[in-house]
């Protein structure tokens, strides 16, 4: 099966950067998905988004894909949140939609982490069920041959945003078959008491980004973090990430429209629109 941009990433230890795609429509993902060639991958996220698991993951994961083979990977963040959330079943639509990936949220323990990798491995490695018809065909492959390289190439990240999720950080890295680790400095912020970044955390809340960074690694895992501006995930990048969100839909949007009204009147902003 083609492998993808993300994948060989990973593979090469080389900084991947991306952008979040909070906006609905495969138009939309598909010109946001072709805007760089320093683009390895792009998230939908049906988590804060607007976009649905369903049709909306798989019409834009969709148009993605036609793009052809160089185009960044396309992930999707699931909605499920917390403990005692049902995952599976947004897992499958997410791989159904031939994600290459899918994040999932709130993830605050070993025995949850083993059981995303789970849903998301096809047997005997795991528990996924199949039965789209189209999920080869936003890979470009053959049933058999998706069949066959699946389990390889999905890969399983999960956020670490909570207190317990950093408590039990050293577990939940050890997990087998779990890819990366991904941090959510926004809800991790507030799950330890400090306030949101704005839009570098606070000292504390770095301290322990940083700890997470280096138990990723120690455990041979990857680590991801959101950033808000690209000069943010240069900064990450040097220091050893290794998947770095560096812009977003939304916010890229706005940010482009006042700066070429400022241009146009000749007049600064007082206060930028809020991008996530």
Excluded at 67 to 89: F, K, N, Q
Excluded at 112 to 130: F, H, N, Q, T, W
Excluded at 183 to 188: A, T
Aim: hydrophobic share 40%; charged share 15%.
């Amino acid at each position: 099966m083609s492998s993808h941009t993300l994948y060989k990433a990973f593979k090469a230890s080389t900084p991947a950067f991306g952008t979040w795609i909070t906006l609905p429509g495969g138009l939309t993902a598909r010109y946001i998905a072709g805007s760089s060639p320093h683009l390895s991958w792009v998230m939908i996220d049906c988590e804060h988004g607007a976009t649905s698991l369903s049709p909306g993951a798989s019409e834009a994961i969709h148009a993605i894909a036609g793009l052809g083979a160089d185009a960044p990977s396309a992930l999707v963040r699931i909605p499920a949140t917390g403990a005692c959330s049902s995952t599976s079943w947004q897992i499958k639509y997410a791989l159904d939609a031939g994600a290459r990936g899918v994040l999932v949220p709130m993830v605050s323990s070993a025995e949850k982490a083993r059981e995303i990798v789970s849903d998301c491995r096809l047997p005997p490695a795991g528990r996924r069920g199949y039965g789209n018809p189209f999920t080869q065909m936003a890979w470009g492959v053959s049933r058999s041959e998706y069949f066959d390289s699946a389990n390889e190439h999905i890969l399983v990240i999960v956020q670490i945003e909570t207190k317990d999720g950093v408590e039990n950080v050293e577990e939940i890295a050890a997990v087998e078959g779990l890819d990366a680790l991904f941090i959510g400095p926004y809800d991790l912020s507030l799950s330890l008491g400090y306030p949101p970044p704005s839009p570098d955390p606070h000292p504390e809340v770095e301290t322990v980004i940083q700890h997470i960074l280096e138990v990723a690694h120690s455990k041979g895992k990857k680590c991801a973090i959101y950033c808000s501006s690209g000069t943010q995930a240069a900064q990450r990048a040097k220091q050893g990430f290794d998947m770095i969100n560096a812009s977003s839909d939304q916010g890229a949007l706005a940010k482009g429209i006042a700066r070429d009204l400022e241009d146009a009147t000749g007049i600064q902003s007082s206060g930028s629109a809020f991008g996530y």
